[in-house]
């Protein structure tokens, strides 16, 4: 093949995807220069979005959420616990995400993915701060009992915009939630009801209800490269370019994040032309 | 609008400065630096041969690790290294060292508000310290929206918890001087040092507080990269007499 001296001559004698191996920097920005990229997306547009609600029968509120090809699956568990002195009418959250190694092959079994925690502690940060889940809703009898919610975000696939999709299948979760119907037993214990008329004990909530969901937070990742913005990157893209904005909205327009870890320097202009 | 701050400080008054470098001698290169009482102490060992698995061997790579004061290191640990990482592969120079691991071990002595603008901060007086190539240093400030509206800068662990509704890191890149003809430093027909590297919210608050933060930001890191110029060149006319 000869060493290569400047990339128009190679690319002629070598295949697409073999060019596109080697030097995907030059294969993207050719795509570019015509603002589209290789899977025919404009530059602006997001993936197909899909979400399923009550994939898993087992737990109180669940969701599969999909954009593109990146998966996550979302669960939520309700337990009863004893709130704490501080906030004793208020429940808690607790959010875990994790990245098994079937969702990526860089992730290998016994080593934790490098975003994990690092996604795990925004996507809580943004689910607490954005005040989509009001906690006294949580809360059953005051100082005495409150639900404790464990969210668990399972990564089934990554590639590409690991927050985002995390955040529609938490907040898809979220809505898919009904709390189960407890009662308060003889020894002063929250225990679940199981079927209507059976006890004689005075429910504590009527009937299964859902919990409300207030300005409900959404979020887009882009890359940039140069003058252009990418939005919706995949995992090949964010590989390359080196810079990643994630901006958090909620239904009220307020900013609820922009996280831009490092990356080129951007100008005023591009940061109104993402938000 | 006047504004109450427990310490007498107006809105834009940062807190006092100190940094020092080459405080650790095995290391080759070290830096404290403390904003009122938030102190970080950060060190810098390398370039080392080779790097890690799944970085790229064409440039040098950086790695990070923070230590807090007490407890375990968990995921705000991890969230940190990461901010610190992505900040600083995009300041430093990395096609000069290919293949080589530049470590950063970050030790927090005491947080009292703004933990990481300080820790940025001094890594990068760090690196300067330890003679890594660099394009520009960056300068970080913390800014706050209180929950009353204002924005206040720097603020105390006390105002961080009880006052704000949001708050933000950013960072930007030194503001340059130059021998270069000006046109040379524009970056999309604005002047290098309006950019922003690194930019962390925390909390709701409307863009339009974003923007105001990020001015007052600007402002507030053209006073710190004055700071930092003349610590720099203070030092180093030290230990050229010393030399």
Known sequence: ?275 | MEVDREDGRSQNQLRPLACSRNILHRAHGSASWSQGDTKVLAAVYGPKAGTKKNENPEKACIEVIWKPKTGQIGKPEKEYEMILKRTLESVCILTVNPNTTTSIIVQVVNDDGALLPSAINAACMALVDAGIPMKHLAVAVCCCVAKSGYVILDPTKLEEQQKMKAFAYLVFPNSVHSVLPEGSLRVEGEPIENGIITSVTHGIMSVDDYFYCLERGRAASVKLSDFLRRNLQQQSTDSSKAG
């Open chain 1, 1 to 275: 093949m000869g060493l290569p001296n400047a990339s128009g001559d190679l690319s002629t004698e070598v295949e697409v995807d073999a060019f596109r191996r080697l030097f995907p920097l030059r294969f993207y920005e050719k795509h570019l220069l015509e603002s589209i990229r290789p899977d025919a997306r404009p530059l602006g547009r997001a993936r197909e979005t899909t979400i399923a609600l009550g994939a898993v029968a087992s737990a109180n509120g669940s969701a599969l959420a999909k954009i593109g090809s990146t998966t996550m699956l979302a669960a939520i568990k309700m337990e009863v616990m004893t709130p704490s002195l501080e906030t004793p009418d208020e429940g808690c959250i607790a959010i875990d995400f994790h990245m098994p190694p079937i969702c990526s092959p860089i992730v290998r079994p016994g080593r934790p993915a490098e975003a994990a925690p690092v996604v795990a502690k925004q996507l809580s940060d943004t689910i607490l701060s954005s005040g989509m889940i009001n906690l006294k809703e949580l809360s059953l009898v005051s100082g005495k009992a409150a639900w404790m919610a464990y969210l668990d975000i399972y990564c089934l696939d990554a590639d590409g915009a690991l927050f985002d999709t995390a955040l529609l299948s938490a907040v898809a979760a979220f809505s898919h939630l009904e709390i189960p119907v407890v009662s308060l037993n003889d020894d002063g214990k929250i225990v679940l009801s199981e079927e209507q008329g059976l006890s004689d004990r005075e429910p504590v909530n009527k009937e299964k209800r859902k919990i409300n969901l207030s300005s409900v937070p959404f979020s887009l990742t882009c890359v940039l490269h140069k003058n252009y913005i990418l939005a919706d990157p995949t995992a090949e893209e964010e590989s390359i370019m080196d810079t990643i904005v994630t901006v958090v909205l909620d239904s009220s327009s307020q900013l609820v994040s922009l996280q831009k870890p490092g990356g080129t320097v951007l100008a005023y202009t591009s940061a109104i032309q993402v938000s």
